[in-house]
């Protein structure tokens, strides 16, 4: 189980980065010229949320102090956050999430009916993915477009370490830190649903260890179970390609991911995508 002190400490962070990113003007307060850092004050946040500035501090300091939920969405009203946001900051506040689950590959195995969906999925590359964003499935446009998961090893399909150890998404990405940026902020919500699992931590932590520009991109502490994003890839054998990734959870005890790029309208994106499946039939 993940200790007190990380979950604390992760609750910091969070906070830390929130306010930083919040103008004054956007909350109300004169911009002026003697701010040392970006962003909120602590005493300004306190001040909105109606707290008093030193619980504040002591709950981004990440000291073990008592809270209530109502307190709570004070303070994320006062940070502006959205729905993802709050529930993140809750699991980390109570220490309310799951506890460690055991997974392996009957638990997660792809049903007939999920397998039917994928293949129908022709032209729209798809993904399937558990809470820790291990790859469990996958159609052919997904292996056509990113790469061929098949001849990676099960143990090491796992999208968050792929994209920054593969130099296939590096060169594919036009825009890299964008499209890692989604899967990092749904990663942080599987986190704060998952707190107590102790391998986020671990995983975390070699990710930091062994790729520096990891570290950077999870501090921008992101949040989302489901971002709708357009994505610009550059395609080795066709070019350019524009995609909108919209995120779906599949119901049930599984908890599994289900990520479908489909070729955005009025471009050419599923003409290069069929040609390119066609070439390798």
């Given at each position: 189980m993940i200790n007190r002190e990380t979950r604390l400490q992760a609750l910091s962070t969070f906070l830390k980065s929130k306010r930083a990113k919040i103008m004054p003007g956007d909350a109300g307060f004169p911009s002026g010229t003697r701010r040392r850092t970006p962003g909120l004050r602590r005493e300004e946040v306190a001040q909105?949320?109606?707290?008093?500035?030193?619980?504040?501090t002591w709950l981004e300091q990440g000291r073990d102090i008592k809270v209530s939920a109502s307190v709570l969405d004070c303070v994320a009203a006062a940070l502006q956050m959205n729905d993802d946001e709050r529930k993140y900051l809750y699991a980390l506040a109570f220490e309310s999430g799951h506890g460690a689950v055991q997974i392996n590959e009957e638990y997660f195995e792809i049903t007939p009916?999920?397998?039917?969906?994928?293949?129908?999925?022709?032209?729209?590359p798809t993904i399937i993915s558990d809470r820790r964003c291990q790859i469990v499935g996958w159609n052919q446009a997904a292996s056509h477009v990113f790469m061929d998961f098949e001849q990676i090893p099960a143990e090491q399909r796992n999208m968050i370490q792929l994209l920054f150890s593969r130099k296939e998404f590096r060169r594919l990405a036009g825009n890299w830190d964008h499209f890692v940026g989604g899967f990092l902020a749904i990663f942080r919500a599987y986190y704060g649903q998952y707190v107590q699992d102790e391998w986020y931590e671990r995983f975390i932590e070699e990710m930091k260890e062994g790729h520096p520009e990891f570290q950077y991109l999870w501090e921008q502490s992101q949040v989302s179970s489901a971002p709708d994003v357009l994505l610009e890839f550059r395609h080795a054998k066709v070019g350019k390609m524009l995609f909108h990734l919209t995120s779906l959870q599949v119901q049930g005890s599984t908890d599994l991911r289900c990520s479908v790029y489909t070729p955005a309208p009025e471009t050419s994106t599923e003409t290069k995508l069929r040609r390119l499946m066609e070439r390798q039939e």
């Open positions: 909105l949320a109606g707290v008093s500035p030193t619980w504040y009916s999920l397998q039917r969906i994928l293949q129908e999925l022709r032209f729209c």
